[in-house]
């Protein structure tokens, strides 16, 4: 729980103690067990702290939160970094963003995570010839889509079917997680009765943000192909990306977009 929420353990303890928050499950041996909607909720505080909240008024909004399977990743992102606004953006500006990152994926993730999700398997295809390249590179990367089985293919990204009514058939979700870089894009695109595409858009070079994404998508891939995601969960665990990396990923990440954009 420390690692994950950043939260020193004398401070959860000073919590439990003082605010009888959290409230974890104890073991006959007195050992402490943190469920995710515990962890979900001392990130809520953290945030509203940061937002200037006294403590009393962050735990009290943090027990609000409630329990129950994530529909999404987008709602996965709000609910545990509510700080995070989205923007409204086209789909072009997305697209951008998704060559930005995967250009420096192909760059840095040697050893790392690559996900996606291209809501229906015609948007895979005509993204495949550069997911093949990021295949090539990482240590996994897997794609979601209304593929009809699952497949795990030699020099090509694993593909991972979701169904008609999943809520990811309206998301947007690109995530990449190595070291030194680490990224994500995650949208929920929004209805248009003029036709055309928007999304409603967070990004971010946040370390504990992208690992949160990536243990969700991990998550949402173990639902059809659990063995896709078997040995990646223990490294999820670990420190994620430094703080000190961050400003070199946000420069590389917006001087792809911006060339992206000069180019039409």
């Known amino acids: 729980m420390s690692v994950r929420s950043g939260v020193s353990e004398g401070t959860l303890r000073m919590w439990e103690s003082r605010h009888d928050f959290p409230v ?14 515990d962890l979900a909720r001392v990130r809520a505080v953290v945030e509203a ?3 200037g909240l006294s403590l009393t008024a962050a735990i009290e909004r943090a027990r609000q939160l409630t329990d129950g399977p994530r529909p999404s990743v987008f709602a996965a992102v ?10 409204l953006l086209p789909k072009r500006a997305l697209v951008w963003m998704s060559h ?3 250009d420096e994926s192909v760059v840095w993730a040697g050893r790392g995570i690559v996900i996606g999700c291209f809501q229906h398997e015609l948007f895979y295809r005509q993204s495949e010839r550069r997911w093949r390249e990021l295949a ?3 240590e996994r990367a897997i794609v979601l889509a209304d593929f009809e089985r699952p497949r795990r293919l ?3 990204p694993a593909e991972v079917p979701i169904g008609d009514e999943d809520p990811l058939m309206r998301e947007w979700v690109l995530v990449c997680e190595a070291q030194p870089f680490a990224a994500c894009l995650v949208a929920l695109e929004r209805p248009a009765g003029d036709g055309a595409r928007r999304f409603e858009t967070i990004w971010t070079v946040e370390g504990r943000v992208v690992r ?14 659990p063995e ?3 040995g990646l969960r223990a490294g999820l665990t670990q420190p994620p990306a430094p703080p000190s990396t961050q400003l070199r990923n946000v420069l590389a990440l917006t001087s792809r977009m911006v060339a992206y954009a000069a180019g039409g």
């Open 228 to 230: 896709l995601v078997e």
């Open 24 to 37: 974890p499950h104890r073991l006959p041996s007195g050992h402490r067990r943190y469920s995710e909607l």
């Open 100 to 102: 930005a990152i995967e």
């Open 154 to 156: 030699s020099r090509a």
């Open 49 to 51: 702290r940061e937002q």
């Open 78 to 87: 709000r609910a545990g970094f509510p700080q995070l606004q989205p923007r």
């Open 212 to 225: 949160e994404v990536t243990r969700v998508c991990c998550e949402l891939v173990a639902r059809s192909a």
């Open 136 to 138: 090539r590179t990482a």
